[in-house]
């Protein structure tokens, strides 16, 4: 299991929120392309970016962080506000490592099936696309957690492997930004009803003890941020893990 650190970006500054809430936000006195420069100089390879503001249809931050993105070497899973295919490809061509969709897999009811058609043109839309999956008491949210989704959460799951997307990002929004420890029941719900996919975890990281839980099951990889602004888990630590890690991504 990889771990890979998280920038959420929210009014150009680097930012936590608290269960997805805006007005619950921890801003923190670092510049994003100083946070990547740290990551990068510690042998960090994978970093997790948010657009907050474009998770509401606001792409205010965009032309500043993709020219900071673009001068990394790392590889970059983004997501935020990915609304249509031109967008998905747009950013797989810059270079974007793997892009995350969420709402727009949601609400469009053809979207991952025409996304595959035209991504599968020239890339491995099933490495290279996550599907975010955000949930609140077993409810899928999206448009920046505002909205709420009637489709069942294995219903949505099963709907994605059938189109042949597997890789998954899931947030217990309940567990996010609380550092009280990850949604390891959740996991393991998803994990029994498809033991094929490939989960990453995010929400309530808080320590490398919540990393070991999450290791002992077939989870991927581990999105970490606010412990590691708040200097709970170290970005040595995360190198050391990694290191150990590198088949698991």
Known sequence: MYIIPAIDILDGKVVRLREGDYNQ???????????????????????HIIDLNGAKG?????AALFDIIR???????????????????????????RVIVGTQAITNP?????????????????????????????VIKYSGWMESSPIKLMDYVD???????FRFLCTDINKDGKLGGAAVDLYKKLLE??????????????????????????????????AI???RISIDEIKQWNLKQMTSL
Do not use: W
Not at 58 to 62: H, I, K, L, T
Not at 71 to 91: F, H, P
Not at 113 to 128: F, I, M, P, T
């Open 25 to 47: 936000k921890t801003v923190y006195d670092v510049s994003i392309a100083e946070m990547i420069d740290t990551y990068r100089s510690n042998g960090t390879e994978f970093i």
């Open 58 to 62: 606001d792409f205010s931050n965009q």
């Open 71 to 97: 001068k990394t070497d790392m590889r970059v899973q983004y997501g935020g506000g990915i609304r249509t295919i031109k967008q998905v490809t747009d950013l797989l061509d810059a270079g974007i490592h």
């Open 110 to 138: 053809d979207f991952l099936k025409d996304l595959s058609a035209e991504v599968g043109k020239k890339y491995d839309y099933a490495n290279r696309i996550v599907i975010a999956i955000d949930v609140l008491d077993e």
């Open 159 to 165: 709907k994605c492997l059938q189109l042949g997307f």
């Open 193 to 226: 009803h498809s033991p094929f996919i490939k989960l990453i975890a995010s929400g309530g990281i808080s320590s490398m003890a919540d990393i070991e839980e999450l290791a002992n099951l077939d989870i991927r990889s581990v999105v970490v941020g606010k």
């Open 229 to 231: 602004y708040e200097n």
